[in-house]
């Protein structure tokens, strides 16, 4: 495909170029790579921020975009298990 000037209109970008010029993670879309959804036999569930796939290494801060277990890309369910670790704590 062309532009009016004859040039070319396709541009490809690796993942090393999207994390330099976009600051993503590896170039990741999704703030890192996903994750199966669900957990391991031997993980702690000890919260609802770990029982909602939405903990962090702090007490106090939830992940609750796509990068989050069982965040499910765009569509908001890391939101809402963020909403719903907050709602059974």
């Given amino acids: ?16 170029d999207l994390e330099h010029s976009l600051g993503m ?3 990741n879309i999704f703030h890192g790579a996903l994750t199966w959804p669900f957990v391991e036999d031997d993980a702690p569930l000890g919260t609802a921020a770990q029982r909602w796939g939405a903990a962090t290494g702090h007490d106090r801060i939830l ?4 990068g989050s277990r069982r965040g499910g890309g765009v569509s908001g369910i ?10 059974d704590s």
């Fill in 25 to 27: 993670t590896n170039g």
């Fill in 63 to 66: 992940l609750c975009g796509s």
């Fill in 1 to 16: 495909m062309e532009d009016s000037s004859g040039r070319l209109c396709i541009e490809a970008k690796t993942t090393l």
């Fill in 78 to 87: 890391g939101g809402h298990n963020a909403a719903m670790a907050i709602l």
